[in-house]
Structure formats: structure tokens, C-alpha cells
């Protein structure tokens, strides 16, 4: 039984994200097991209302999942004291304007990333949150995948020696919509409307190498749109106007080179649909969503360049399965009951706006630099000094250049 509960306002709820893994894998996980655990072994049960543009499809939800709460009308939700948190999954475009409404109402704000449409306003929402003194957070799920996880222990443990570099591909084939449907909503191919794989999955990259290996000081991308019409929900063909596939050099601190692919126009020959490799002077490791394996520096063959002669060496067998040790629940669920402890009992939670904006930065610096077609650096960004490297994001690619970027 838990001895409280907290109020939760769950903002686009209806879509891929906000539905399957906010709603279902999250929210509702936690309510059945009983509420989120505190330190001091009491708990805090969840209490969500569901928020959308569409009555229906809200009360349908409420209805399948036994839920009491919904409302087309996000304000007099933010007005209600029994809603302490905002949680926002709506789509990219809509979301800073909802997400100031909920700072002014003074409710804690948990959000889907990219936290704004530009590193402006991504730092705005960051100062406001902090001026307002409400607690934010937004998610960084894949630091939360096993294989991550995995590869979190090995860096921990000296496994890598000095890491040299990493090399990543994350991607697969997004239908195109004429004769099959796409697997991915519409939006995410129009610059206009928040969409391209830059600004989807360069604030992932920012947090995963942030925190897996060290601050990224520069970057260097090339943005494509391979497929420059696709077809939409209702079957109609429209023009793809962002990127979707991005090929990438990151510079980290201490002399860490990160390369990654991300691309909706790949087809997946990987076990996994991410796959990072790791090549540090005393050993490698490859990573994914869930598996991990090894290298070490004992282990390596020696191979010889001979373009005359097969190479018959399983190269494969030289590498080994790390094992799981522990139980891994989803990601998206174990930052929840985070951030619960961290509004509840003010747990630690370094995943807050400013993380967010960081990642905003670096897909606004990622498409300049497929722009110019230039390598460009990114200043530290703090909540205090970051004017100076605000006007020079602004002058390097303006809020309303970014769509033409592409
Ligand atoms: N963390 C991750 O791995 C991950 C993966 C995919 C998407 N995302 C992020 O999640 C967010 C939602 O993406 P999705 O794939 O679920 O999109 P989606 O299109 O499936 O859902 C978007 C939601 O926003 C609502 N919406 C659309 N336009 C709106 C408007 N103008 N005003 C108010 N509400 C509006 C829709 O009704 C829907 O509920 C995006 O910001 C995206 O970047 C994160």
C-alpha cells in the first residue's frame, strides 16, 4: 500500500511515445507494483490524467487502462493543485509552449527530448525552470539500455585503458508509405514541423557521449534526405524536407573521437538496430540495444593485409558475450521512479533542462555544419554564461535558417 500519491498531467499521451512507453511501460508499470519506493522503504503511488486535443481518444484510453482522469483542457489542469508534475510527449514543435505554461503554473516538469525547436529557447526554458525553482527533467533513455549499461561497467572498471575512439550506427529502413505504410510518423520528414534525424537523434548522441565518455567539443556532420518524397497517413505524397540519415565525426574532451551514422534509409546488417564500438588501448567492446561483447587486449589477433589469400580466420569467435548480472527493467520506467524520488525527496537527477539544451545545441551546431560544411565547436554551457555562446549559435544558424538547413 502506498502512503501517498502524486498527481501526474500526461500531455499527448495518444502518441507513439507518450502512449507505449510513458503511459503503459511507465506510468501504468509502476501504479500496478505499488507506487514508486522511497529511501525510507515508504511509497508514492502514481495518479495520472490523461491530456489531448482528441475526447474521445482519451476517454477510450481512460476506459481500456481503468483510468478516471482526462481532459481536453491542459489549463485548468495546470490550474488543479492535485496534479504536481507535467509531463510533455507531445510532438517537438508543440512542446515549449506547453512547457512554459507549466512553469508559470509552478508544476514539476518532466519532457520527451528535444526539450525546444532551437538551443535559445532550449536555455530559456532552462533559466525560467530554474528562476521559477520547479524541478525538471527529460529523458535520456538510452543511457538506461542494458547494452549501455554494459558498456557503463566496462569504462568503470579500466577495461578500455585509454579510449581512443568510438564508432556508432544506429538505423534502419523507414518505408517510404507508397506500398507499405511507414513506420514512423509523417512528421518527422518535414523540417517545418520539428522533424529530420539530426534534431531526433543528435540530443540522444549528446547525453550518451556526455556521460559515457566525455563533453563534446566539436562536430562535424553531414545531413542528407536521401528520399525526397514519401507518403503520409492518409495516403498522401508529400515532400520530404528534413534529413534522414546524418553522418557524423564528434570531438570529445580528452581527445576521444566519436563517429556515427544515424540514418532512416539503412538497411540493418548488425545484430542491432543501435551498435556502438568502443577501441581503447587494452581492449574493445561492441555494444547495443541489449548485448555487449568484448575484446581485450590479450585476446587480439594479429591479422596481415595479403589481398592474395581468403582470410580464413573467424573473426567473430574472437570476441566474448559480456554477461547480463543484473536485472534490467525499461529504461523509460527507471528514469520515472527517478525523477519521482528526485520531486518527492529531492533525490539527485543530473538529467534536467540544461542537459536538455546541451542536446538542442548539438543538433543546431550539427546541421550549421552540414550547412557550411565546416567543423564546428561547441562552447560549455551553463545557465549563466552561455549569452555569449547563445549569439554565436544565433549567428551561426538563426532559429528560422535550421529548416533550410536541410
Ligand atoms: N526518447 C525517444 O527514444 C524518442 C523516440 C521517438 C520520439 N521521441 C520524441 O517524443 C515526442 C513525440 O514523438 P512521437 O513519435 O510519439 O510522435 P507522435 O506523432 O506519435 O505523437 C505526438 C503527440 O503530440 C500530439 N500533437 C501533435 N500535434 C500537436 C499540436 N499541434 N498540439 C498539441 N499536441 C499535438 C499528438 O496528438 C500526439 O499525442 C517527440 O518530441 C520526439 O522527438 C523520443
Known amino acids: 500500500m502506498a502512503e501517498s500519491t ?18 503503459v511501460r511507465s506510468i501504468l508499470a509502476i501504479r500496478e507494483q505499488g ?13 495520472p490524467i490523461l ?11 481512460a476506459e481500456k487502462h481503468g483510468l478516471e482522469h482526462y481532459t481536453t483542457n491542459l489549463d485548468e489542469a495546470l490550474a488543479d493543485d492535485r496534479w504536481q508534475i507535467y509531463a510533455d510527449f507531445l510532438v517537438t514543435k508543440a512542446r515549449a509552449k506547453a512547457i512554459r505554461k507549466a512553469i508559470a503554473a509552478g508544476k514539476a516538469i518532466y519532457t520527451e527530448k528535444p526539450t525546444a525547436e532551437s538551443f535559445e529557447e532550449a536555455l530559456e526554458l532552462a533559466r525560467l525552470a530554474k528562476e521559477a525553482g520547479v524541478k525538471n527533467g527529460v529523458v535520456h533513455d538510452k543511457l538506461y539500455l542494458p547494452g549501455f549499461q554494459k558498456l ?22 523507414v518505408f517510404e508509405g507508397d506500398w507499405q505504410p511507414a513506420q514512423r510518423p509523417s512528421w518527422n520528414y518535414r523540417a517545418e514541423d520539428g522533424g529530420g534525424i539530426i534534431v531526433d537523434m543528435f540530443p540522444h548522441w549528446n547525453y550518451v557521449l556526455e556521460n559515457l565518455f566525455g563533453r563534446v567539443e566539436s562536430v562535424y556532420a ?13 495516403g498522401d505524397e508529400y515532400v520530404a524536407t528534413a534529413d534522414d540519415a546524418a ?11 566519436a563517429q556515427l551514422n544515424s540514418s532512416w534509409t539503412v538497411r540493418v546488417n548488425r545484430d542491432e538496430l543501435v551498435e ?11 555494444v547495443g540495444l541489449f548485448g555487449c561483447k568484448i575484446q581485450p587486449r590479450n585476446a587480439t589477433p594479429k591479422p596481415v593485409w595479403n589481398p592474395d589469400l581468403a582470410d580464413s580466420h573467424d573473426y567473430d569467435a574472437d570476441w566474448l558475450e559480456v554477461p547480463t548480472n543484473d536485472v534490467f527493467e525499461n529504461g523509460f520506467k527507471t528514469q520515472w521512479e527517478e525523477f519521482i524520488r528526485h520531486v518527492v525527496e529531492d533525490a539527485p537527477n543530473p538529467y534536467d533542462f540544461l542537459a536538455g539544451a546541451r542536446g538542442v545545441l548539438l543538433a543546431e551546431r550539427g546541421l550549421a555544419s552540414s550547412r557550411d560544411g565546416r567543423r564546428i565547436e561547441l562552447p560549455e554551457v551553463t545557465l549563466g554564461s ?16 535550421l529548416t533550410g538547413a536541410r
Open 386 to 401: 552561455t549569452d555569449a555562446a547563445a549569439s554565436v549559435a544565433d549567428a551561426e544558424v538563426g532559429a528560422s535558417e
Open 35 to 47: 507506487g514508486v519506493e522511497l529511501s525510507d522503504g515508504t511509497r508514492v503511488q502514481l495518479e
Open 51 to 61: 491530456v489531448g486535443r482528441n475526447e474521445a481518444k482519451l476517454a477510450e484510453l
Open 247 to 257: 553522418y557524423a565525426i564528434f570531438e570529445l574532451e580528452g581527445g576521444i573521437v
Open 6 to 23: 502524486i498527481g501526474i498531467i500526461m500531455n499527448g499521451v495518444s502518441g507513439r511515445m507518450g502512449y507505449r512507453q510513458h503511459l
Open 152 to 173: 557503463k561497467r566496462l569504462i568503470d572498471s579500466g577495461f578500455f585503458g585509454r579510449i581512443l575512439s568510438v564508432r556508432g550506427e544506429f538505423g534502419y529502413w
Open 276 to 286: 556502438f564500438q568502443v577501441d581503447g588501448t587494452h581492449g574493445s567492446a561492441v
Open 222 to 234: 553531414k545531413a542528407s534526405t536521401h528520399i525526397p518524397s514519401r507518403v503520409d497517413e492518409r
